[in-house]
């Protein structure tokens, strides 16, 4: 939920609720327990103290920044000063789920809490209306980390290190003050401004949780590159920051991830695995210090591995100026540009896979869940709720979506945990959502993504995108090499690497829950070896 996202195209989402009278489906879930300013309870409340209700008497909203899965993000003015800022306004039609509600109170609740740093994207003021929920923050038009660094001619390991020691300050920082942030990730960063001394920010904290020192959780969050194996295994605490940030240094100095497959499981049977190549292009001329320091930061046991202070006062990250000044060479850069594209290119389908589950879908669950409750008790085994999702192959995926929102733990489903399964499910099982986002980019209807959609899809980008990225995306998602990207192409790119997790947060705790539950019933999900 950062303040910066990729723009697809125009909206399919204007003018849909008109009936005035109509019912929330989801105020007996969520909103009995709260209270309106008007004192209705059958209206959402998302926020516990908002700045105010009418976010129009203080600020002008202007031209789109960014779309994501649960809102928009604006350019903002504030009408008496004429400073600029960026606005998220959240949809509450598209907080379907207690967990989409509860991440966006706490991401708020987290961002007040936290002291002001120079690092961190400051919060200015937050909104709700009937419609919507409205985050102003601070605006960074610097663009994202990857994008800066092959922008620039020069690129070193120095450069790496002052990188890397801004984002374990921030890592720092959160853990002083009790927040863990579960999901750090190059795409989480963006620069202030478009100078060349711009400070790097962190602008995300939608997965955040407070924690307390000892305090263990179990729920399995973030984007699989970077979580750390602990978090497979249900059982972690804030080492895992420092985790995801040694995954970041490792693409930082090399350009590619440092557990990656073709496959959700493969990536996770990867980190558990947790062996580290240091043998790739440019490894042999990377300082000791450096691949020291990657090491000890990805040391599958997190009572071993480095906090961040620890991290802070590792050799490498204290003599900065001493670490080499010689390029990395055009490889890393190239391939930090197109890892950079490639998430993208998928963004901007996921973003378009968003808008397709309607409210028509959602207002059918009441139905279908009454169906189900054969004994009108108001809840749902999983002997009941298993017919419905007969089309979804992986019988443990079933029971994991069970597991995982059965939030009471009785091993049952009441209709609000029923809807946290069924939106998901039907989102992300559905092809049809897969042809329209392919559509989306097939403009005229050949039934395959041509080089010259390719660039046209990605050419609104900030810097544009050279012609080797372009071709080089082409080579690897065409594989049978015919010069273009059929159906079939663009569906196994979607599902490959594990970028399923943007279309929803939720799906990405259900589905990688589900990883989990199959490499321990196969006895695959040990400690991995130590990184070499």
């Known amino acids: 939920m950062g303040n910066c996202c990729v723009t697809p195209g125009k909206s399919s989402e204007k003018k849909k609720n008109k009936k005035k009278n109509k019912p929330n489906p989801f105020a007996i879930d969520y909103g009995a327990t709260q209270s309106s300013a008007e004192g209705d309870g059958n209206k959402l409340v998302v926020l516990k103290d908002p700045t105010g209700h009418n976010i129009n008497e203080k600020y002008d909203l202007g031209r789109e920044l960014g779309r994501g899965e649960f809102g928009v993000t604006y350019l903002c003015t504030d009408i008496d000063t004429g400073e600029k800022y960026a606005c998220k306004s959240i949809s509450k039609k598209k907080l379907r789920t207690a967990v989409d ?203 071993r591995r480095l906090t961040a202070q620890q991290v802070l006062e590792h050799t490498w990250l204290q003599n900065i100026k001493k670490a080499p000044n010689v390029s990395l060479g055009e490889t890393v850069k190239a391939r930090l540009k197109q890892f950079s594209v490639m998430n993208k290119l998928k963004k901007r389908a996921l973003t378009v896979i968003a808008e397709f589950l309607s409210a028509e879908e959602v207002a059918g669950m009441k139905e279908a869940f009454d169906q189900m409750d054969t004994g009108k008790k108001g809840k749902i085994n999983l002997g009941d709720f298993d017919p419905p999702i007969r089309y979804h192959e992986a019988e443990e995926f079933a029971l994991s979506l069970l597991l995982q929102a059965d939030v009471d733990r009785d091993g049952c489903l009441n209709y609000a945990e029923f809807v946290a399964v069924s939106v998901h499910l039907r989102k992300m099982a559905n092809d049809e959502h897969l042809h329209k986002a392919f559509s989306f980019f097939d403009r005229n209807q050949s039934g395959y993504i041509e080089i010259e959609e390719l660039r046209s899809a990605l050419s609104d980008e900030d810097d544009g995108n050279s012609e080797e990225v372009i071709n080089a995306i082409m080579h690897d998602v065409d594989t049978d090499k015919d010069g273009r990207i059929s159906y079939e192409e663009f569906a196994a790119m979607m599902k490959a690497g594990t970028d399923w997790r943007k279309a929803s947060r939720q799906y990405s705790r259900e589905r990688f829950n589900s990883l989990s539950l199959k490499l321990m019933r196969d006895g695959s999900l040990q400690l991995g070896n130590e990184a070499k």
Not at 167 to 195: A, S, T, W, Y
């Open 101 to 303: 509600i509860d991440d966006v109170r706490r991401e708020v609740e987290i961002m007040k809490h936290l002291p002001k740093h120079p690092n961190i994207v400051t919060l200015r003021d937050t909104y709700e209306d009937d419609s919507a929920v409205h985050i102003v923050m601070e605006l960074c038009e610097g663009g994202e980390l990857f994008d800066r660094i092959v922008a620039r001619g020069h690129y070193t390991e120095r450069a790496a290190a002052g990188i890397m020691r801004t984002i374990v300050e921030v890592v720092q920082m959160c853990h002083r003050h009790g927040v863990m942030h579960r999901d750090l990730k190059p795409e989480n960063f963006l620069f202030g401004n478009k100078k060349e001394t711009a400070p790097l920010k962190a602008i995300d904290f939608g997965l955040s949780v407070f924690f307390k020192p000892g305090e263990h959780f179990n729920e399995i969050v973030g984007s699989p590159y970077y979580m750390a194996p602990e978090v497979l295994k249900r059982n972690y605490g804030p080492e895992v920051d420092v985790w995801s940030a040694g995954v970041i240094l490792y693409i930082l100095l090399c350009g590619v991830p440092p557990f990656w497959a073709e496959t959700e499981q493969g990536v996770a049977q990867a980190i558990i695995r947790s062996v580290v190549d240091f043998k790739r292009d440019p490894w042999p001329k990377v300082s000791d210090n450096a691949k020291d320091l990657v090491k000890k930061m990805l040391d599958p046991d997190p009572t």
